[in-house]
Every structure is written in C-alpha cells, then in structure tokens.
C-alpha cells in the first residue's frame, strides 16, 4: 500500500486509533516526522517511538509527547567505532550513559581461574552475568566456575570500569 501520512484521514482509513503504539521512522523529512508524530499524538495513540535526526529534533519530539526517541544511525556509528576501538569487546548494551553490559573475551591473567579467585567485583567494579564458552551459555555463573581460554565473559559495571578492563584488553 502506497498513502500519504501527512493526511489525517489517511491514518484514520489505517485504523490507527486502534493501534496501542506506532513506531514514526521517516528518513530525513523532519516536518513530515513531526507532523505526523503530532497527528498520532492528537489521535491518542499511547505509545509512541519516533526516530530523530538531531537533538533538535529529538527537543521537538519530545515536547510534542514522544514517548521514546531513538538515534539509530548515531547510535549505530557509536557501536561500530566502540568495536573498532576496543577489539576484544564482542558486544555492548548500553543501559544509560554510566552502565552497560558487554561480552568480553577472557583476558590472559583470567584463564584457568575461577570467577572467586579473581573477584571480579571487588577488583574490576564489575558483575559477570555469564559465561559464553562456544556456543553454550553459563547464565549466573557461581564462583567455582572457570575460566578457559577462548571464554567470553558477559559483564555488567560502570562504564568508566568497563573502559578501564577493555582497554586492559587490548594491551
């Protein structure tokens, strides 16, 4: 179906004041991202995620009701610069800017060691939430676990601690 959403009656014909959420993604027309935004707002749509631009934009969203806005291609660039910059990081989640969760490979110091002995939240400021060992997962891992060469180590902490083990990492 081809439509312009920038009609009311459009998203009327749509259905979607049944709707309990919608997703606004448009690309780089920010008039036609807000408009429509403001439409299914006005329409009383509960739930509504909308893609932003700039923090601009994201302002203006954000001040027309959005419930959520998303920076895919800015936070995208960020995940593959992270990746680029920290090797050993297989993947990251940001929580909020001060926390996040990664997959790490196991440092050398940490092989054949078990999760007590090196105390990681003591020593590293950080939780370890599993263990990825090939293709399987230790999910809550208990301290007489260990370590072995090729683990993955997903971690949860402060960034600032998590940077500080990453860039042990790469050394």
Do not use: W
């Not at 007590?116 to 990825?132: Q, T």
Request: charged share 30%.
């Amino acid at each position: 179906m081809q439509a312009d959403i920038t009609e009311e009656r459009v998203l009327t014909e749509l259905g979607v004041k049944n709707f309990d959420a919608a997703i606004v993604c448009i690309g780089t027309d920010l008039e036609t991202s807000i408009l429509v935004t403001m439409m299914l707002k006005e329409m009383g749509l509960k739930y509504i995620i909308a893609k932003a631009q700039n923090n601009l934009h994201a302002k203006v969203l954000e001040k027309i009701g959005v419930d959520k806005v998303v920076f895919p291609e800015r936070d995208m660039g960020a995940r593959i610069a992270r990746r680029l910059i920290t090797p050993n990081i297989k993947d990251y989640i940001e929580l909020e800017p001060d926390y996040n969760i990664i997959e790490i490979e196991a440092l050398p110091e940490f092989v054949d060691k078990t999760l007590s002995e090196l105390d990681m939240r003591n020593k590293y400021g950080i939780n370890v939430l599993a263990i990825k060992r090939n293709d399987s997962f230790n999910i809550s891992p208990r301290a007489k676990d260990v370590i072995k060469k090729g683990d993955f180590l997903i971690v949860i902490g402060e960034t600032k601690k998590i940077n500080k083990l990453a860039g042990k990492s790469n050394k």
